[in-house]
């Protein structure tokens, strides 16, 4: 079983800080997606990363996949009460033909005003 | 806009009383999943369908089912529902199983389910 650990499970930081959470498995995957949820909503896609090393941003937002395709890491630059939600990051996994999602527990962040 | 829709967003059941989920696409996407998620839990996956051929995980109880009567809807079944299965129950499609990368899964609001 491919399992996802995300820290922190929970951070509650000041407007303007910077910020990193980190996603970490023992196993190999095709590729990493990073996903945001609001409250009472479904997640949203953020980023796929693909290639090991492989950094991506998102205006605020950067991400980068580890060189063995096993971790990832999102980091938020001047963080705002906007980005308050749950990171959630997935893991791809091939199986029989099919692609199936391994999340995370995700990390509920705060950003207070 | 093309979406992903689930009702109802809240469900109140009792404990043993069937109760049916529904999803539907206007995204004419080929593979529809559903996810269970509790609280402060990642999202699991519960079975997923491709077309019309339904893979359930290994992991998944028999009191959990599932209906594609067509392309655009998608109906999770809870036989008996207990206390444990509380929670938000995600619909998601992709277009395919798999296009070379990785296809893009979208979700829908959620459910949350309450069993009393």
């Known amino acids: 079983t491919q399992l996802l650990e995300q820290s922190p499970q929970f951070l509650s930081i000041q407007e303007g800080e910077n910020l990193t959470v980190y996603c970490n498995s023992s196993s190999v995957f095709s590729s990493l997606q990073w996903y945001r949820q609001e409250p009472g909503e479904g997640p949203v896609l953020l980023v796929t990363v693909v290639t090991g090393g492989e950094v991506k941003k998102l205006k605020r937002l950067t991400f980068q996949f580890g060189d063995a395709r096993k971790d990832s890491s999102l980091h938020i630059t001047a963080a705002q009460p906007g980005d308050t939600g749950l990171y959630l990051c997935a893991g791809v996994v091939l199986q029989g033909g099919s692609e199936k999602l391994v999340f995370g527990k995700g990390t509920k962040l705060t950003v207070n005003p | 806009d093309a979406m992903v829709i689930q009702n109802p967003r809240y469900q109140v059941t009792q404990f043993g009383k069937p109760v049916t989920l529904s999803c539907s696409q206007t995204l004419n996407h080929n593979v529809m999943y559903w996810y269970q998620q509790k609280s402060s839990q990642a999202p699991k996956l519960l079975f997923h369908?491709?077309?019309?051929?339904?893979?359930n995980e290994a992991d998944t109880p028999d009191n959990f089912q599932s209906r594609r009567p067509n392309t655009s809807f998608c109906f999770l079944d809870i036989r008996s529902p207990g206390l444990g299965d509380a929670a938000m129950y995600l619909c998601?499609?992709?277009?395919?199983?798999?296009?070379?990368?990785?296809?893009?899964?979208?979700f829908g609001p959620g459910t949350r389910l309450t069993v009393l």
């Open positions: 369908y491709y077309d019309k051929d339904f893979n």
């Open positions: 998601a499609t992709s277009r395919e199983k798999r296009t070379g990368g990785t296809d893009t899964q979208y």
